[in-house]
């Protein structure tokens, strides 16, 4: 089931017009070939039909949760270690990126003018279903899991190398796109990431390559954090990194779950 967090097209012409903030309210909702059909529920709970369609085209589609925090997984594709110059970790390299660098699905990623080599980093994204903290290696961990999403790991390559560490290379307003939805069954091992920019293939990986499995990660964050419902983990990149441009459009292809496309432009003055 793909599940959405959106926005009828009139509610936000109203909201931009009165100058409010982007995202003031958010309907959920399944997504039925090119329909949303409104739903109620939560993460942890599931969701339940209503009875309001409308057209794909005739929404906003928003992230499909709004995460206390997002947890990511650095290194953990062999072959990406290998691209940048850096060993296998022995164990989860992990690292957060701020809530306000999240944008929706289409919304622009803008190029801060500080860094001069912006790079594109398409992932798995896992959203939390429930509440955890401190699972053990014999916990069940499908449970926490509420779904699956397309993320986009924005990242100021120079920066990160110049500061020895990520926060400000990864934590840039707009460094996090991810959705367009959250599908709640997905076999990862079979799924395939793959990132386009302006239609041309750059990175492919599959969820197998994982060196790290999603399991492993969720119990190893949640020795160190509680995980709440909505947050968001994301779980590594593979090779083929590459720089943004303003003009651009990039795009995050996860199978079974959809495309993430979002345009690149500069910061205005």
Known sequence: MKICRFQPVVLQAAVSRAGSETHPTALHGIV???????????????????????????VKLLPPSVPSK????????RDHASEMG?????????????????????????????????DHEGEIGVIIGRKCFRLSEHDDVAPYIAGYTCLNDVTARDLQKSDGQWTRGKGFDTFCPFGPVMETQLDVKSATVETFVNGVKKQSGRGSDLLFSIDVIIRWISQVMTLLPGDLI????????????????????????????NPVIAQSS
């Open 32 to 58: 039925e070939g090119g329909s949303v059909r409104e739903c109620s529920g939560d993460f942890a709970g599931g969701w339940t039909p209503g009875t309001r369609t409308w057209a794909l085209s005739e």
């Open 86 to 118: 850096n060993d296998v970790p022995p164990e989860p390299l992990i690292f957060l990126k701020p809530p306000s660098s999240i944008i929706a699905p289409e919304e622009p990623i803008v190029m801060p003018p500080i860094s001069k080599r912006v």
């Open 70 to 77: 997002i947890v990511c997984v650095g290194r953990n594709y």
């Open 234 to 261: 994301a779980t590594g990149t593979p090779a083929g990194v590459g720089p943004l441009n303003a003009g651009d459009v990039v795009e995050v292809v996860v199978s079974g779950v959809g495309t993430l496309r």
